[in-house]
C-alpha cells in the first residue's frame, strides 16, 4: 500500500483565533515540506498530524485511518521528531533506545541496532548521550522515531542549532530515510526545503498559499527579483527606502544590491533569476499572499 496523507478541509480553531483555516492537502511518499514562518500554523499542523490534537472541523485520514478516531492505529505507523526533544544525559544511546523500545513495547533489540546504524549512531552506542553534539542528539531522535519502523516519519525544525555540516549530514539522513516512506519536514529555514524537497506547501496565517513543487513555486516569483548597485551610502539608502532587500554584497568602489517586490518598467536594476528564498520572501510580504 502507498504511503499517504489527506487533509479535507481541516480547521483548528482557539476561540476566535483560527490557527487552521480549512486546510486541504495530500502528501504522498517521499520527502515534503511544510514551510512557513514562525507563528504560521505548523506546529498545529504537525500536532493535529501526530493525534496531539483534534481538529476542530475536518478530518485527516493517514494510510485509510482517521486520525481523531483511529489514534492507535494511527500512533503505530508514525514515527515524530519534535522540535523539543529531551534526552535521558547519563544514559548511553543503546541505554536510550532501549528505554525507548520498551515504553513501544518493541522486545526485537537488533531494531536498536539497525536505527543506530541508520543515523550513523552505532560506533557511539556506548556512550553517554549527555556528552553528543546537538547534531548527534538530533540523529539520536531520528533513531528513537524509526525504531518501530514508521510508515510516516515527522520531523520538526530538526536543524536549529545545528552547525552547517550537521545541518548537511541531517538533511542527507532524512533524504535516505524518505525511501518507501513519507517524511514531512516542517521548518521556517529555507535552505533545509530547497536541499531536500520536491514538493512543498507554503503556509501563512493558518491557511495554504500554496502547494506543489519548488520549481513552480520558485517561477511564480519570475519577474520579482533585481540586482541594483549602490556607489554610496545615499544610492543604498534610497534602495532601502523604496525596496525589501534580500542581501549585500561590498565590492571595493560600490554595493550589490539584491531586492524583491513588484517593479514597474522605470525601476531600473537588472532582473535575475529567482531562489527559493527569495521567492518565500516575495509571496510572504506581498499583501495577499496567495501564490
Do not use: W
Request: aromatic share 8%; glycine share 8%; net charge neutral.
Amino acid at each position: 500500500m502507498t504511503n499517504k496523507i489527506v487533509f479535507e478541509n481541516v480547521s483548528k480553531s482557539y476561540g476566535k483565533f483560527k490557527a487552521l483555516d480549512g486546510i486541504n492537502l495530500e502528501i504522498p511518499e517521499g520527502m515534503f515540506g511544510l514551510l512557513g514562518p514562525n507563528g504560521a500554523g505548523k506546529t498545529t499542523f504537525m500536532k493535529i498530524l501526530v493525534t496531539l490534537l483534534e481538529p476542530s472541523k475536518g478530518k485527516v485520514l493517514i494510510n485509510g485511518h482517521d486520525a481523531a478516531n483511529d489514534k492507535m492505529d494511527v500512533r503505530n505507523i508514525i514515527g515524530f521528531l519534535p522540535q523539543e526533544f529531551s534526552i535521558y544525559p547519563q544514559l548511553t544511546a543503546h541505554e536510550f533506545l532501549e528505554y525507548i523500545a520498551g515504553l513501544n513495547g518493541i522486545k526485537d533489540k537488533s531494531k536498536i541496532t539497525k536505527a543506530l546504524e541508520q543515523v550513523n549512531l552505532l560506533e557511539v552506542k556506548n556512550k553517554k548521550v549527555g556528552g553528543f553534539s546537538g547534531g548527534m542528539k538530533r540523529r539520536l531522535g531520528i533513531a528513537q522515531a524509526i525504531l518501530k519502523e514508521p510508515k510516516i516519519l515527522i520531523v520538526d525544525e530538526p536543524t536549529a542549532g545545528l552547525d552547517p555540516e550537521e545541518r548537511i549530514r541531517f538533511r542527507t539522513l532524512l533524504v535516505e530515510l524518505s525511501q518507501k516512506r513519507s517524511v514531512i519536514l516542517s521548518t521556517h529555514i529555507v535552505e533545509d526545503i530547497s536541499s531536500t524537497c520536491e514538493n512543498i506547501a507554503f503556509i501563512v496565517r493558518g491557511s495554504m498559499k500554496y502547494i506543489g513543487s519548488t520549481d513552480v513555486f520558485i517561477n511564480k516569483a519570475k519577474g520579482k527579483v533585481r540586482e541594483f548597485v549602490a556607489r554610496d551610502t545615499r544610492d543604498l539608502s534610497a534602495i532601502k527606502l523604496k525596496y525589501r532587500i534580500i542581501s549585500l554584497r561590498r565590492f571595493s568602489d560600490h554595493t550589490l544590491v539584491r531586492v524583491v517586490g513588484d517593479y514597474s518598467s522605470e525601476d531600473g536594476g537588472k532582473e535575475v533569476e529567482p531562489n527559493l528564498e527569495e521567492a518565500y520572501v516575495y509571496f510572504m510580504h506581498e499583501d495577499d499572499p496567495d501564490v
